[in-house]
DNA sequence: GCGGCGCTACTACCT
DNA sequence: ACAGGTAGTAGCGCCGCG
């Protein structure tokens, strides 16, 4: 019969010496199946030395053939290496782990230049061969079988034809689970050697809602545990989501079953358990486990990542409607009764957001899923190469390429592109200006990529020369990057056509404006993918000629800009801010198209943008009368909150030019605020990420310094954490001062320090800029020339 | 012993 | 753990200084 299945995930096992490829599935009544393929062969390919004649190398592989792992075939394909036709021997054998025992003795056999694909996951490799994607509708025609006891599902089927893609349609209702878990931490970071897990919080888009508890002592989770497994497998969620679930819940739930001696059954397999898979995910047999924590931290504006500020951000739980409690003090309110109750609310609103978050998530992995063949919960653990890779090597099947290695190698540099020095001041009525893609862009032009690269002699006639390079790209045929990009951005086309067609609240709406997002994703990563050493597709010399090409042709819009009368402020990359003249605008964009042959347009327009003398900084006034600020301060994690704010506001008072002499005002009335004890501690909180473990680091640093602190308070510190202090009172230097915030008192902050090194510099930045100095900031009362006097007298002198 | 200087380490930003 | 370009803070070694 003809089965029509949304595939969810994809595994194997091994029946004897048979492979058999499980694909974990949804029915059109949203049940949980499962299509097996016995069918199936591992394989990889012999690539022969120049001069060797693949067919001659056959029965050299044969000979390696033991009885007990045979290899069941070899023989000689077409298939293309960088674009070039070569003659490839395809190695089957039996079970997966053969292929890694023969690769090993393949490439020791004389003839042979390289073993490829060898390195691919078996279950991958079915998804790629098969050309279907998870996160998709598949129709394939299949025989229902055996029951088994060992899976839950609704049925099972065996496969016995070719899958049909049954192109974009909405997703089943997916049974989506949140969960959160909450463990006794009296020693700082709970340890799962001594601590138990004291409340397991669910909700799933049912609607439901349960918060569990365990009983008091050690060992009070000996319950608890068994109660989680049984709630996931009575709810039979299709998808379970945590918040740095992979990080932290899932590893605790697991060591703690392990030394409880539970079974921590929560799979669709009766005989599979949470484990460690590729990415540092946490893999569940037949569910799609996703940590929402691995899309949060590509939201650049949210510069705390904890789950309470992200669901502000995105709108899914207010901070002022839900209750908080400092992670380092669950244990007090566990242990003191008459808070236990705030406890449990809390659980509930962290296990809601998640659930929100997931909401606000999910439809993107969806597409990203789909177009990567990446299940969604790897998607998300993936970094974004490796998630552009696996689309590659989709794309490369369709072309016959094989897939290169993934080869180590030395870390290497090249020159980038330009950034223009600002015309510092105000300016009024500015346009900004961006190259469209400009990157994938050139790519596609010039034809650029490891196969299509001439080393050597080739005519102006036939090749394209990099300026200033001399690297040569053929002109024909579209290389491997050309043909893939080519391919995401009509797909991005199409799909934007397509969009047109739906009102924007509609559910195809939103489908297929996450699908175009994530096409640009993917087009926007293939040149940094291409200069990434790690990439298997890595190729600088195509790096270095996109950039080389990107920065010939942001000199000539500048030089065409200029010719037109269009005054250049700054430039970065790929965009110019130019004076906003309505005609010359229009005729630069025309000159580019017919001069370059790339698209222009004007992103944003500023009624008025300042520039100090720094590159990549700027606050802006937009049309709306929002300001933009860029680069400053006022947008960076390290600074603190009330440096932040007085930044802005002094960004503020400039642009609107509402009333500047209140920036000076706020200034000091903040200043001595400070200095009266009267700023909250939170707004004195220095936020940096530790990016090695402790012992790494050769200076010391106060983020380092106060980590070290955070250590001996027993909390848990590994590369990635945000460590968050503050800068006491006392004497020595500024490390020797940071102290984690959590312990800090309000009465040991070092004002002074604030005053010097976070608000006068903020303030300063910008006011300088207007000859004011940290001695008028930092006076009280007098009158000083203010930002009023000052700008009128400038209006005066020009006029 | 200490301030100034130049350099390095480090982080987070921009495109 | 996709790229390079950039600004900025803090630490640290060195120099000069009777």
Redesign the pocket.
């Known amino acids: 019969m003809m089965i029509r299945f949304y595939l969810l995930d994809v595994s194997y096992e091994v029946r004897g010496r048979e492979p058999v490829i499980l694909l974990w599935g949804l029915n059109e009544k949203s049940e949980p199946i499962l299509l097996i393929d016995k069918s199936f062969r591992p394989y990889f390919y012999i690539l022969p030395e120049e001069d060797v004649d693949a067919e001659k190398l056959i029965p050299l592989i044969k000979a390696l053939s033991k009885p007990s792992s045979p290899i069941l075939e070899v023989k000689v394909v077409d298939r293309k290496y960088y674009g070039r036709p070569v003659k490839a021997l395809k190695v089957t054998t039996s079970i997966p782990e053969y292929v890694r025992t023969y690769r090993e003795e393949a490439k020791k056999v004389k003839g042979v230049s390289e073993v490829l694909e060898a390195d691919i996951r078996f279950s991958m490799r079915y998804l790629i061969d098969k050309d279907i994607s998870p996160s998709t509708w598949l129709e394939v025609e299949a025989v229902e079988s055996e029951g088994s006891q060992r899976f839950r599902v609704r049925k099972i089927y065996e496969v016995k034809g070719e899958f049909k893609n049954a192109g974009i349609d909405l997703p089943p209702p997916l049974k989506v689970m949140a969960f959160d878990i909450e463990a006794y931490n009296p020693r700082g970071s709970p340890i799962p050697e001594k601590d138990p897990v004291i409340i397991v919080s669910l909700a799933d888009n049912s609607g439901d809602l349960e918060i569990l508890t365990a009983g008091e002592g050690p060992k009070g989770d000996l319950d608890l545990i068994p109660q989680f497994t049984e709630r996931v497998r009575a709810k039979d969620p299709d998808i379970i989501v945590g918040y740095n679930s992979n990080g932290f819940d899932w590893p605790y739930l697991v060591k703690r079953a392990e030394l409880l001696g539970i079974k921590l059954d929560v799979g669709r397999s009766a005989d599979g358990l949470p484990r460690t898979s590729v990415?540092?995910h946490i893999s569940i047999p037949g569910r799609l486990n996703v940590d929402l924590y691995d899309f949060a931290k590509e939201i650049?504006e949210v510069?705390v990542k904890s789950l309470e500020e992200v669901a502000e951000y995105l709108g899914v739980m207010k901070k002022s409607e839900r209750v908080l409690i400092p992670w380092f003090e669950i244990y007090k309110y566990w242990d003191d009764k008459a808070k236990r109750e705030t406890l449990l609310k809390y659980a509930r609103d962290d296990v809601i957001s998640t659930l929100g978050l997931a909401d606000k998530f999910i439809p993107f992995a969806i597409q990203l899923s789909s177009l990567t063949g990446l299940p969604l919960d790897q998607v998300g653990a993936?970094?974004?190469?490796?998630r552009?890779e696996w689309f590659l090597i989709r794309a490369a099947r369709k072309f016959k390429e094989l897939v290169p290695n993934r080869v180590e190698r030395p870390?290497?540099?090249?020159?980038?592109?330009?950034?223009l020095?600002p015309v510092k001041g105000i300016h009024e009525n500015i346009a900004?200006l961006?190259?469209s893609s400009?990157y994938p862009s050139l790519m596609i032009k010039y034809n650029i990529g490891p196969d299509t690269f001439v080393d050597g002699e080739c005519s102006e006639e036939e090749c394209y020369v990099i300026p200033g390079l001399n690297y040569r790209f053929r002109k024909e045929p579209p290389g491997f990057y050309k043909n893939v990009l080519t391919t995401l951005l009509s797909l991005r086309k199409k799909v934007k056509e397509e969009l047109r067609k739906y009102k924007p609240d509609s559910p195809q709406y939103r489908l297929l404006n996450e699908r175009q997002k994530a096409l640009k994703v993917l087009a926007?990563?293939?040149?940094?993918?291409?200069?990434?050493?790690?990439?298997r597709w890595y190729f600088k010399e195509g790096?270095e000629a996109v950039?080389a090409l990107g920065r010939e042709t942001i000199q000539k819009a500048i030089e065409i800009a200029k010719e037109l009368g269009l005054r250049v402020i700054y430039g970065?990359?790929?965009?110019l801010f130019v004076s906003n003249d309505r005609d010359k605008i229009e005729q630069f964009i025309e000159k580019v198209r017919d001069e370059l042959g790339l698209e222009i347009k004007v992103d944003k327009v500023y009624t008025r943008v300042f520039f100090?003398?720094?590159?990549?900084?700027?606050v802006g006034l937009t049309l709306d009368g929002r300001i933009d600020?860029?680069?400053?301060?006022a947008?960076?994690?390290?600074w603190t909150d009330i440096a932040k704010d007085v930044q802005e506001k002094v960004a503020q008072a400039l642009l609107t030019s509402g009333k500047p002499e209140d920036a000076i005002e706020y200034v000091r009335r903040v200043i001595k605020d400070l200095r009266m004890g009267r700023i909250p501690l939170e707004k004195l909180v220095?936020?940096?990420?530790?990016?090695?473990k402790l012992e790494?680091?050769?200076?010391?640093?106060?983020?380092?310094?106060a980590a070290k602190k955070l250590v001996e308070l027993g909390v848990k510190v590994v590369?990635g954490t945000?460590v968050g202090y503050v800068?006491t009172k006392g004497s020595g230097?500024?490390?020797?001062?940071?102290v984690p915030f959590i312990i800090a008192k309000p009465e040991d902050i070092d004002t002074e320090?604030y005053v010097?090194?976070?608000i006068l510099?903020?303030a300063l930045?910008i006011l300088s800029y207007f000859g004011i100095t940290e001695k008028q900031l930092e006076a009280a009362g007098k009158a000083q020339k203010t930002l009023v006097d000052f700008l009128t007298s400038k209006k005066q002198k020009s006029k």
């Open positions: 990415y540092g650049y510069k993936a970094s974004v190469g490796f552009l870390y290497s540099t090249y020159k980038g592109a330009i950034v020095q900004v961006d190259f400009m926007n990563a293939s040149y940094g993918y291409m200069g990434w050493t790690g990439a790096a950039t970065d990359t790929d965009s100090t003398e720094a590159k990549k900084r700027y600020i860029v680069g400053f301060e947008v960076r994690g390290d220095i936020w940096k990420k530790l990016t090695k790494e680091y050769d200076v010391s640093a106060p983020h380092v310094e590369p945000e800068i230097s500024i490390s020797s001062r940071a320090y010097k090194h976070q510099p903020a930045r």
